[in-house]
């Protein structure tokens, strides 16, 4: 099925070349395909913060070629390039909040970084390591694609009725996607008959990004106001609830796009199964439950202006952008090390010691 993934894939929005990150602008799509260049470490940190790239698996691999533009900087600039380094590190760590392969890249590539600093180049290990990461998450979401197709096909058979939320593709991954991935494999399968996404509020990242990342590739998909997803889990024979998520609890707990926790209640009321991708590197030990994630909150501006149109209204918001939907109403995390079904803190631990599947 590898093959076949790979063929399918269309839509590419992060590319290193001669020491250039180049990006492909998400706050301009669909309207218009746009790529910046960033080539300094200040940059990068900012396309994180403004959205330029989104997705917690993009945003980390952008941090790692963020470090090396940071290296390179520094020691071109001499003196104690290490000590000043922390400061690119310390910058790029609080450009989104809630994610958690931002700081799992960053740790990564600090763990390099300790390892060759003492060599006459130690620029080259690093970019070497970036490059690696990237492709490791492209890898780990194609294992991810085959696994959740697996899933699918054990609990049920065709045809499938599949509901996603905000943009889990290639855009917001290292190539082909989390639950995206999972859902573009079923469908290359012929197991799919409908795909319905939410438009994701207040961003839209669905009605955006998600569908336009569908329609490259030739699949159609409906999409609906967030509000609609009872609904259609109740009229519309939907099979599976599939999502990513940006932050993984060592109790099975998953921190996702503001709206999955919602989506989890309503499946678990409608018997409809729910879905979690997310490589490993989302998963952190440290975080004992929800509990313990820093969930960000944007602006209330967000919501006070529709399309360019203040709305004119004078009055507080509350603008949570990620949420924390429970582990017990989560029927599968799928990662690639494996597939953990009902997650518990026992079962989060055994997924951890295991090795990739690829
Ligand atoms: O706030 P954004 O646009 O970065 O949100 C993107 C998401 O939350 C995705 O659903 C997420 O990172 C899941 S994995 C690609």
Redesign the pocket.
């Known amino acids: 099925m590898r093959d076949r993934l790979l063929a399918a894939e269309k839509v590419k929005a992060i590319e290193w070349r001669d020491s250039t990150l180049y990006l492909l602008d998400?706050r301009k799509l669909p309207r218009e395909q746009a790529w910046v260049a960033y080539d300094s470490v200040a940059g990068v940190a900012e396309a994180i913060r403004s959205?330029v790239v989104?997705?917690?698996?993009?945003?980390g691999i952008c941090a790692a070629y963020g470090v090396v533009l940071a290296v390179g900087a520094r020691l071109a600039a001499g003196g104690d390039w290490l000590a000043a380094l922390e400061e690119d590190f310390n910058l790029l760590a609080d450009s989104?909040p809630t994610?958690g392969h931002l700081h799992w890249t960053l740790n990564r590539m600090r763990e390099r970084l300790e390892r060759v600093k003492d060599q006459a180049s130690p620029l080259a290990a690093l970019e070497t390591e970036a490059l690696a990461i990237h492709e490791s998450d492209r890898e780990a979401n194609l294992t991810m694609a085959q696994l959740g197709v697996e899933l699918i096909r054990r609990h049920q058979g065709n045809p499938q009725v599949l509901l996603t939320?905000?943009?889990?593709?290639a855009l917001?991954?290292g190539g082909f996607?989390?639950?995206l991935g999972v859902i573009r494999a079923a469908w290359l399968e012929g197991m799919v008959e409908r795909v319905y996404v939410d438009e994701t509020r207040p961003?839209l990242?669905g009605s955006r990004l998600t569908a336009w990342e569908l329609a490259q590739e030739g699949m159609a998909c409906i999409v609906n106001t967030d509000s609609a997803a009872a609904h259609i889990m109740k009229t519309k024979g939907v099979t599976w609830v599939v999502?990513?998520?940006?932050r993984i609890c060592a109790n099975g707990d998953v921190t996702?796009?503001v709206g999955?926790y919602q989506l989890a209640v309503n499946a678990m009321h409608h018997g409809v199964r729910f879905m979690v991708v997310?490589s490993s590197s989302?998963i952190d030990m440290t975080l004992l439950s929800g509990e313990d994630v820093l969930l960000?909150e944007r602006e209330g501006a967000e919501l006070l202006d529709v399309g360019g149109q203040p709305l004119g209204a004078l009055v507080e918001v509350f603008n949570p952008?990620?949420d924390v939907t429970p582990a017990d109403l989560i029927d599968a995390i799928v990662t690639e090390k494996g597939v953990v079904e009902r997650p518990d803190a026992a079962k989060m631990a055994q997924l951890m010691c295991r090795k990739r599947l690829h």
């Open positions: 998400q959205m989104r997705g917690a698996p993009a945003i989104r994610g939320h905000c943009n889990t593709g917001g991954s996607g989390t639950a961003w990242q999502v990513g998520a940006d996702s796009k999955t997310a989302s960000e952008v990620f």
